[in-house]
């Protein structure tokens, strides 16, 4: 990692958490959103949808803002908070999972968030198998 990695990592760390200084060179979700659109499952102009790298359910998609915003904490945007549950709603029917979906925020590191980049997880199973349930995080 570059210095400056390692100076905000541990500023982040600290008792004083940097929020807005992380930027889109250390954040994996902020250059995955606003990177290659192949790699993207649905994007808009402010949100992007793209798979879950280690899957918890057959379809598991991370909604995004393409902004960075580190949780649900520090959402402080209205209009960008109804436009990633309707992109969470979109690329759940557009998985084929519509009618049995599932959405999970994990917001802070008690409640298991790993990436500090706002995601959405939307979580389902085409034909509704209850047993290929995961709980994400
Ligand atoms: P969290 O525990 O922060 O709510 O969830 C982070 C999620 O991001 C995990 O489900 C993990 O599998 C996923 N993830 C971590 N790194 C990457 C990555 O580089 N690419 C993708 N597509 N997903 C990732
Ligand atoms: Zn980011």
């Not at 995955?32 to 879950?52: E, T």
């Not at 298991?112 to 509704?128: E, S």
Request: charged share 25%; proline share 4%; net charge neutral.
């Amino acid at each position: 990692m570059r210095l400056g990695g390692l100076l905000r990592n541990h500023k982040r760390h600290g008792s004083t958490r940097l929020r807005y200084n992380w930027g889109m060179d250390d954040c994996i979700f902020c250059s995955i959103a606003n990177g290659d659109q192949d790699k993207l499952v649905w994007h808009s102009d402010k949100v992007a949808a793209f798979n879950d790298i280690h899957p918890k359910a057959r379809v598991h998609i991370l909604v995004v803002p393409k902004k960075h915003v580190v949780s649900l904490d520090d959402l402080d945007d209205p209009e960008l908070a109804g436009e990633l549950l309707l992109a969470a709603r979109e690329v759940a029917h557009q998985g084929g999972v519509k009618g049995g979906w599932r959405i999970q925020v994990n917001t802070g590191r008690p409640a298991g968030q790993v990436v500090d980049h706002l995601h959405i997880h939307v979580l389902g199973n085409p034909g509704g198998d209850p047993a290929a349930w995961g709980i994400a995080g």
